[in-house]
Antibody
Framework: EVQLVESGGGVVRPGGSLRLSCAAS????????MSWVRQAPGKGLEWVSG????????GYADSVKGRFTISRDNAKNSLYLQMNSLRAEDTALYHC???????????WGQGTMVTVSS | EIVLTQSPATLSLSPGERATLSCRAS??????LAWYQQKPGQAPRLLIY???NRATGIPARFSGSGSGTDFTLTISSLEPEDFAVYYC??????????FGPGTKVDIK
């Protein structure tokens, strides 16, 4: 079964850091680009960051640029998001998603919740 | 940055009716436009990619059309399980994917 499972979320104070992980299974991980997409409570979807198949190309939303870093370990079938200098507005459910060659997100994890609060 | 606008914000319809959802881009996205369905407490599900191609397992009542800046998602006859929020999404390159704000299809 094709599956993405996120972990690493939690409650953190403003200015703090968290590292999210996404474990992939059921497909050849290094055949695909990957992304992180978040959804604040009661709000819409926001693309956060993306990475190509070998990590050679990355992109970030302006809202997280300079604070978040995406990476991947193809040997471990894993995707990561290092989040630094967290703000209250980063509070959201963070999904990892597989990116198809047609630039659509075809497989999604259930998400890991990040709450930034003092 | 390309901005996507969806209309209407809410669409109130009855089962069996036809739903027409619009997505407009602030500049051309060619055909790099996808549509997603999201139900409460669930992750989004890919419906349409490349503007008009149904994803695996998506029923034929869902169809997409358009190119450039104007796109449409049509649900030909609403089933009870189709009441949800629908998002469009575009990509320009690895430096930019954006989602529209969503259209909620609810039961009239």
């Amino acid at each position: 079964e094709v599956q993405l499972v996120e972990s690493g979320g939690g409650v953190v104070r403003p200015g703090g850091s968290l590292r999210l992980s996404c474990a992939a299974s059921g497909f050849t991980f290094d055949d695909y680009g990957m992304s992180w997409v978040r959804q604040a409570p009661g709000k819409g979807l926001e693309w956060v960051s993306g990475i190509n198949w070998n990590g050679g190309s990355t992109g970030y939303a302006d809202s997280v640029k300079g604070r978040f870093t995406i990476s991947r370990d193809n040997a471990k079938n894993s995707l990561y998001l290092q989040m630094n200098s967290l703000r209250a507005e980063d509070t959201a459910l963070y999904h990892c998603a597989r990116v198809t060659a047609m630039s659509a997100f075809d497989i999604w994890g259930q998400g890991t919740m990040v709450t930034v609060s003092s | 940055e390309i901005v996507l606008t969806q209309s209407p914000a809410t669409l109130s319809l009855s089962p069996g009716e036809r739903a027409t959802l619009s997505c407009r881009a602030s500049q051309s996205v060619s055909s790099y436009l996808a549509w997603y369905q999201q139900k409460p407490g669930q992750a989004p599900r890919l419906l349409i990619y490349d503007a008009s191609n149904r994803a695996t397992g998506i029923p034929a009542r869902f169809s997409g059309s358009g190119s450039g800046t104007d796109f449409t998602l049509t649900i030909s006859s609403l089933e009870p399980e189709d009441f949800a929020v629908y998002y469009c999404q575009q990509r320009s390159n690895w430096r930019g994917f954006t989602f529209g704000p969503g259209t909620k299809v609810d039961i009239k």
